[in-house]
């Protein structure tokens, strides 16, 4: 007869792809069950006619090896062999005739925003403050998520303290209205949305002044690849092609699975690293609920699907700024709505994506799911429509620069249908829950539940239940489910990076 594993995980995403290697570690026999053909979930990158265009990245938590955030990558071995860039620049963005550039150095970030607004020197100089604070603090691992309750026990969080109690509610649109200069009030709400928690801004800058957001070379495919390969050196099994319709339940207690080819597996855990609504609604059929978890899927923001529009073009671009944000002369039509701006990045600071003196570049615009959900059935005016849009996009960029139309070899255009197919993400969302006051008290507080009420041996890892979303939130989901799990079998939680 055939051995089942103790643990069933669903998706093969880095959350899913995290708890299997910790469970490894700790002696449990998994099988993890994904519905695509790759590695990654939204971690991702594809290819077309010799470019490759890549869906997640654009930079990464715990690149730093003297930090404490870069352990769990040494577990995972996710930047074994990888080579990590570190730019000079995060964003320029240009409003009414000027620029802000957006250095990763704190130093030169406050200069930059100084020379443009001296009458703002005391709150530019407030708001460097808080991120020369938070990048002289290195998080402990393994402890607590809320910096106020560390205070108590570890100078670690001491730095975190004063910026958390003076800046916990501010929202951009809160910090630029004390603001007297008009250029950084229009600037600094394109860094980062009007409703965007100052604190999470001043946490980013802090990671980028030291060098410890770095981009891996090779984009996320490969990212994602090298993790998978982790979790099956360690003995770890994987099905691709195998998705999960339902979770099986016996007298409350999750007992396994069912695929859509109709063989069941069952298990003693059962994990799910995918879809939160998927997995509440479908794959529970919606019983096991309370309000509070409703009250999510209710009222929480996600974050905002997008359209990706990815060119591969015949031209070396290397001495152009890697990220710029501009006004537009004439609008662009994206999803029923007029956008006003143009962002753009270049990526020539990684010579894998493109042949040599050729380079790839993205345009990214939040969207509106309800509006492609609407004309999905027609397939011929949903392509008319990404084709229109990868035509304005590539008539504002021959604006800017001459002669690039004509040396355009690829055009690919993803819509939030794209990520809904691909991924299964709920309402085509590229990383959950939207950071809010609300979501970033989740954040470093509590957090949200990981189980589901009524429901033994079941528990959810990734973005639906880690606020903020992102990869190191991701790697950082599985570590503390397994190690929850050891605690709760009274045996040490073991982890190595051999």
Not at 32 to 37: L, P
Not at 107 to 114: G, S, T, V, Y
Not at 440 to 461: C, S
Request: hydrophobic share 40%; charged share 20%.
């Amino acid at each position: 007869m055939k051995t089942e594993p103790t643990m069933i995980i669903i998706g093969a995403g880095i959350a899913g792809l995290s708890t299997g290697i910790y469970a490894r570690m700790n002696g449990f026999d998994t099988q993890i069950y994904e519905m695509g053909s790759l590695p990654g979930g939204l971690c991702t990158s594809w290819s077309r006619k010799g470019y490759t265009f890549d869906g997640c990245i654009q930079w990464l938590v715990g690149t730093n090896p003297a930090s404490s955030s870069h352990v769990p990558w040494q577990e995972v071995r996710a930047l074994e062999g990888k080579t990590i860039y570190d730019p000079e620049e995060y964003l320029r963005v240009e409003v009414d005739g000027q620029c802000l550039i957006v250095y990763t150095d704190v130093d030169r970030f406050e200069k930059a925003m100084i020379d443009l607004a001296p009458e703002d020197l005391k709150p530019v100089k407030e708001l460097t403050a808080g991120i020369r604070s938070l990048a002289s603090m290195d998080l402990p691992l393994d402890t607590p998520g809320d910096p106020l309750a560390g205070v108590k026990s570890a100078t670690s969080f001491l730095p975190a303290a004063p910026v958390w109690f003076k800046w916990g509610k501010v929202t951009m649109k809160d910090f630029v209205a004390r603001l007297k200069s008009p250029f950084l009030r229009r600037a600094l709400p394109l860094v980062a949305g009007e409703d965007f928690p100052i604190v999470g801004l001043m946490f980013m800058l802090s990671w980028m002044t030291n060098r410890n957001a770095g981009y891996p070379i090779g984009g996320s495919l490969e990212f994602a690849k090298t993790i998978e390969q982790r979790y099956l050196a360690l003995g770890g099994k994987i099905e691709y092609h195998a998705r999960v319709e339902k979770i099986l339940v016996e007298n409350d207690t999750a007992a396994g699975i069912r695929l859509s080819d109709g063989s069941e597996h069952r298990a003693a855990w059962v994990v799910s690293a995918a879809d939160g609504h998927a997995t509440i609604f479908d794959m529970l059929d919606g019983k096991y609920l309370n309000d509070t978890i409703r009250g999510y899927y209710d009222t929480f923001p996600i974050f905002q699907p997008i359209v990706q529009v990815s060119l591969g073009i015949n031209r070396d671009m290397s001495h152009a700024p890697a990220s710029v944000s501009f006004p537009l002369e004439q609008p662009i039509n994206v999803s029923g709505t007029e956008r006003t701006r143009l962002g753009y990045k270049i990526y020539h600071f990684d010579p894998t994506l493109a042949p040599a003196g050729k380079t790839v570049l993205q345009v990214l615009f939040d969207s509106n799911y309800a509006y492609w959900k609407a004309i999905a059935g027609d397939t011929e005016r949903y392509e008319s429509e990404k084709k229109a849009i990868a035509v304005q996009v590539i008539d504002r960029l021959e604006k800017r620069f001459p002669g690039i139309a004509g040396q355009i070899e690829v055009v690919d255009v993803a819509t939030p249908l794209t990520t809904e197919r691909y991924t299964g993400n709920w309402q085509g969302s590229i990383e959950g829950w939207m950071v809010t006051e609300k979501t970033m008290k989740m954040a470093f507080g509590k957090g949200m539940d990981k189980t589901l009420p009524g429901l033994k041996h079941f528990y959810m890892v990734g973005q639906w239940v880690e606020p903020g979303g992102g990869l190191p939130t991701a790697v950082m989901s599985g570590r503390k489910l397994v190690k929850q799990l050891c605690q709760k079998a009274r045996k040490p939680f073991i982890t190595t990076t051999q």
